[in-house]
């Protein structure tokens, strides 16, 4: 038997906001991709250089600022593409650098990405497939990538340990949030860990047993 694992991830924090940029490699081909790189770019690059990964591609679960204002940086310093998310976010990745602004940091860069996601896309990394799953709410080109066997999610600002993704901001919608997580993440299974775009890492099941936005419980009270 072999001890490596077959897939192996580093999560940083990046940006004033400390958002979580995953690196997600292959173990055996080393292929790497980098989920949301939002910034502070430098270290992103030492986590892969650290490991001797091979980055191939950039995906985007939404055009939020911290999300992807590192992403056009990265992607020229690697000469590889960024991927996603839904063509909705187009008006969020075209104010990036005006959004830091308002927050008062002179950071990051709008994003034009190289392809658009649909619902039902796949996108891999070695020999790991993940499905793209469109989840409007906190925006509305909103995507999660999940892989059922590894077992593992990258869900954005969708849902968040004990938590959910805010839905004041323009085009956001708290129905669509409530609807994206119950009916498209949830049939994956509670065993499913997942990389919130903020905080501790949790999986589907803790979060419909434990989380007061929408758990089993609340949902079936909002029935
Ligand atoms: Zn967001
Ligand atoms: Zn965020």
Known sequence: MNAIPPIQLAV????PFQQNCSILWDNYTK???????????????KVLKDNAVKPKEIWITHG??????????LARKLGIKIIGPHIDDKFWLDQIVSSWA???YNIGEDCTPDVWLNDGDKVSVG???FDVVHC???????VAFINKELGLAFVGDLLFAGSIGRTDFPKGNHADLLKSITTKLWPYGNEIQFVPGHGPMSTFGNERANN?????????RQA
């Open 12 to 15: 940083v924090q990046v940006t």
């Open 31 to 45: 292929d790497a991709i980098i989920v949301d790189p939002g910034g502070d770019v430098e270290n992103i690059l």
């Open 64 to 73: 939020h600022l911290d999300h992807a204002g590192g992403a056009m940086e």
């Open 102 to 104: 308002r927050y008062g």
């Open 127 to 129: 020999q790991f497939e």
């Open 136 to 142: 409007p709410g906190h925006t509305p080109g909103h």
């Open 212 to 220: 007061p936005f929408v758990s089993d419980e609340v949902m079936k």
